[in-house]
Structure formats: C-alpha cells, structure tokens
T-cell receptor, first 116, second 115 residues
C-alpha cells in the first residue's frame, strides 16, 4: 500500500513564526503536491514538484515556499505565518505517467494548522 | 483556466438508497479526465472513480457510477445501495492533458448517510 505521511496532525503556531510541514511518501513517486483545504473552497494547489530539487508554483503560492532535497520528502514552509494561513494542509504524491489518464494522487492524512 | 463546481455543499441519503452528487466543469481542452475523490472523516483522501473524456461509456466501480454528459460539461456521481461507510466529503476533480499532473478540484459535497 502507498503510504503518505505528514509530520503533524495538528499544529498551533503564533503569527510571524516560521512553520515547516513535512511530507514523506514511501512509493518512489516522482510527483509531490501541497494543497490547502478550506470549507467552501475545496482543495487549492500551493506548490508541486516533479522531481528532486524541482518545484512549480500552484494556484496560491504566495506566503509559502517548498523544499525537495530527497525524492521521498516534500516540505512546505510558511516563512512568517499569518492568521489567514490557518487551514488544513494536504500532501499528495503520484507516479509520473506517460498517460495522464492513469494519474492517481495518493494523499496524506492532513495537517490542521492554527495560526494565532 | 479550468474550473470545477459542486453546487451541493451537503447531501444526505438513507442507508441502502441511491444518491447522486453533482459536478459541472469548464475547460477549453479537448483531452481531459475527470475524477471523484472521497475524503472520509479520518481525512485520508482516496480515488473513487475516473472518467476519460473521450470515452462515451460511463465509468462504474461497484456501487459507484458516473453520468458523464460531455456537451453539458456535467459529471455526476451516483452511489447505489448507500452504506454508512460512504459518509464522507466528496470532491470532483479535473485533469487536462496539458496540465501535467495538476488536478483542479471542486468545492466538495459533504454526504451524510442516515441509518
């Protein structure tokens, strides 16, 4: 079974703190993704990575950065947390496929972040 | 730009009955794929079903089936013989041939199954 793990289920931080959210997958997936999930807005893509040391901006990258130093690990960084970054953060991974119809993303359990 | 809209924030169904969740989308691409993902209360999202836009036949996976209306850009999910374990948030998602692996998600529909 594919396993995507996230370092914390719940996190409470103060405004201005630097926050690291870690994601690890054990299936040798090339692609990794960070989403935030908010009620009424669904999932929105923050950043994704197709390979080690590669990153691409998603739809809402402002206020976030990412790091992918190893294939299995994808970190989301909030340089200076703000209250509007209070949200659920979901990590996902998938194989790089020739046929995108076979794309299947596997999700982690999520990290609920509260910024006070 | 592509968009996915789920107009039903909440739905409920009696156990053993059938429920249909709605999804509409918009894309200028000719090659695209549609998905339904399920997020149970434990929050680990899983893929339920997928549909290739070029296929006219509606996809089915056991009790889950879709009604894909390409001209109307509609992609609804039908759950037959609903079970308590079907209670979850359901997300519709779109992937276009040119977007690589980037999924566009809808807002989600919270499904409650009543015993």
């Amino acid at each position: 079974d594919v396993k995507v793990t996230q370092s914390s289920r719940y996190l409470v931080k103060r405004t201005g703190e630097k926050v690291f959210l870690e994601c690890v997958q054990d299936m040798d997936h090339e692609n990794m993704f960070w989403y935030r999930q908010d009620p009424g807005l669904g999932l929105r893509l923050i950043y994704f990575s197709y390979d080690v040391k590669m990153k691409e901006k998603g739809d809402i990258p402002e206020g976030y950065s990412v790091s992918r130093e190893k294939k299995e690990r994808f970190s989301l960084i909030l340089e200076s947390a703000s209250t509007n970054q209070t949200s659920m953060y979901l990590c996902a991974s998938s194989f790089r496929v020739q046929d995108v119809s076979q794309e299947t993303q596997y999700f982690g359990p999520g990290t609920r972040l509260l910024v006070l | 730009a592509q968009t996915v809209t789920q107009s039903q924030p909440e739905m409920s169904v009696q156990e053993a009955e059938t429920v249909t969740l709605s999804c509409t989308y918009d894309t200028s691409e000719s090659d695209y794929y549609l998905f339904w993902y399920k997020q149970p209360p434990s929050r680990q999202m899983i893929l339920v079903i997928r549909q290739e836009a070029y296929k006219q036949q509606n996809a089915t996976e056991n009790r889950f089936s879709v009604n894909f209306q390409k001209a109307a850009k509609s992609f609804s999910l039908k759950i037959s013989d609903s079970q308590l374990g079907d209670a979850a948030m359901y997300f519709c998602a779109l992937l276009s041939e040119t977007s690589g692996s980037r999924l566009t998600f809808g807002e989600g529909t919270q499904l409650t199954v009543n015993p």
